[in-house]
């Protein structure tokens, strides 16, 4: 009887989990100061927890694609960090009548005179255009090493 429990327990833990979520938004908002310092401080840990797996994988020798993808992607990653680590602290120094969010969060607009600060701002919130081809490289590098797992396994049963 105790094989089944975990089968049993798991589908009904799963059912109230999803079944009574509170708020169930795809955007956080950080409670002003705390919140925006754990997140920033989350930046600078991924930085240096990529920086390191991009120095190991650089140390071993590792020669195939897949490990070349894999530093593609941590190259990338760490760009994209020190995009969103200065797009939050630039969105403290804006004040908030500088953005019109008249039509909402998503069509928000940054009004004039143009500034350094809200050119650089601006230019922080097209991060997608570093964290997109980061994740395809993790894609095809992860896609790339798995193939050659299967490969070295075929050739070790012949």
Partial sequence: MTGRLPIILVPLLLGVLLGCPDHAWALQSHGPPEGLYVHQMAHIHFVLALGYLLWDIRRSSFTSMG????????????????????????????????????????????????????????????????????????????????RTVIEHAGEEKK
Avoid at 105 to 117: D, H, M
Wanted: glycine share 6%.
């Fill in 67 to 146: 490990w070349r993808y894999l530093q593609v992607f941590c190259l990338l990653m760490i760009v994209w960090n020190v995009l969103a680590f200065t797009g939050h602290a630039m969105g403290v120094v804006l004040e908030p009548h500088h953005i019109s969010t008249v039509q909402g969060y998503f069509q928000s607009r940054l009004l004039g005179p143009l500034t350094t600060t809200k050119i650089i701002f601006y230019i922080t919130k097209l991060d997608h255009l570093v964290a997109v081809p980061a994740l395809f490289f993790l894609f095809i590098g992860m896609r790339s090493l798995y």
